[in-house]
């Protein structure tokens, strides 16, 4: 099992000491953490991988789009009410104005993550808006969402080499949730492409349910909803580790639209329900004994370097490494 930390280049989000290309620091700072490298999360246009740590990167988190499956539909009244002219949609979608364009842009997304030589990519299966993420009421069903991934995975796959695992990611949104058996199954089985699998994201998996209290009710509902897909539990082969207790955050706030909307609240919201904080009770063991992923990500929230130190320490307590 590997052990990688998540990381991406935006200001304030590294440590300046690693940013370097130091290599003898950065593998010291590996070593003292037992990790093997990082998961980079490759959300922008241009290439930046070229501007990396030298951190060895052994998976590439693809770019996300959270609302993409009217774009995908060609559902231009439900567009109209997500951007406010065309030049705004294009700007999200990479430059596309139509599914063919974006087809074009995932791929040279795709393109500059495997610049970095990872073993792995990791694809999030998933859509809402800008509304549905605070009213709660979605457009689209799981059913919508997974058959319109695999349509969009299917068309690009190609370009991906037979050697790199892609491993598809739940979200507590529409589309792959993993809570659903038959969701799962159903979207494996229309993939066209072998040494593809699951990343487990323990954190979305807890937002599925606002009703949980601690990391102990935590721990048995992520081994039940696992042990629950049978034979696909099997499809997991990597973990985003974290701990996301937010009901009472989930119960709190009215399901409306707030005014005057901006990027800047909608990131704020979501980091509310998404907490990514660190494991500290060690009945996370639990799901180690059902699962055995190939990677473990401790994928955090953290200022810095001497941080995330910290919080991977508390991990690896938790689940028994240390």
């Known amino acids: 099992m590997k052990q990688l930390f998540n990381y991406c280049y935006i200001p304030g989000y590294n440590d300046k000491s690693l940013t370097t290309k130091d290599a003898i620091q950065a ?15 490759h959300y922008k246009k241009e290439p930046d991988v070229v501007s990396a740590p030298v951190f060895p990167t052994l998976g590439v988190h693809l770019k996300y789009w959270p609302y993409w499956l009217d774009f995908w539909h060609g559902n231009k009244q439900s567009l109209k009410k997500q951007f406010a002219n065309v030049e705004e949609l294009q700007k999200y979608f990479f430059g596309a104005a139509n599914k063919e364009e974006w087809i074009n842009a995932i791929k040279e997304n795709i393109k500059n993550a495997l610049s970095a030589n990872p073993e792995y990519l990791v694809w999030h299966v998933s859509d809402a808006d800008t509304e549905n993420i605070f009213t709660f009421s979605f457009n689209h069903t799981d ?36 809570t659903n058996k038959k969701i799962v199954d159903t979207f494996f089985a229309l993939l066209k492409r072998d040494n593809v699998g699951i990343m487990l994201d323990t954190g979305h998996l807890m937002n599925t349910n606002p009703a949980l209290n601690n990391e102990e009710e935590a721990a048995d509902y992520l081994c039940q909803t696992i042990e629950n897909l049978g034979t696909a539990k099997e499809l997991i082969y990597g973990i985003h580790l974290s701990s996301s207790i937010s009901g009472e955050y989930v119960a709190s706030f009215e399901r409306s639209v707030p005014e005057s909307l901006n990027p800047e609240k909608i990131m704020q919201h979501i980091a509310q329900i998404d907490r ?19 990677y473990v990500v401790h994928e955090l929230y953290y200022n810095d370097f001497q941080d995330l130190a910290m919080l991977v320490r508390r991990q690896q307590t938790a689940i028994g490494i240390i």
């Open 27 to 41: 593998q010291s700072y590996l070593n003292s953490l037992g990790l093997d490298g990082i998961e980079l999360f």
């Open 143 to 178: 059913e919508e969402v997974i058959t319109a991934t695999a349509e969009v995975f299917n068309v690009v796959s190609e370009i991906i080499p037979q050697n790199v695992m892609v491993l598809f990611e739940n979200l507590w949104w529409p589309g792959l949730r993993l």
């Open 276 to 294: 990514h904080q660190a494991w500290t009770s060690s009945k996370i063991k639990d799901l180690f004994s059902i699962v055995e992923p190939r």
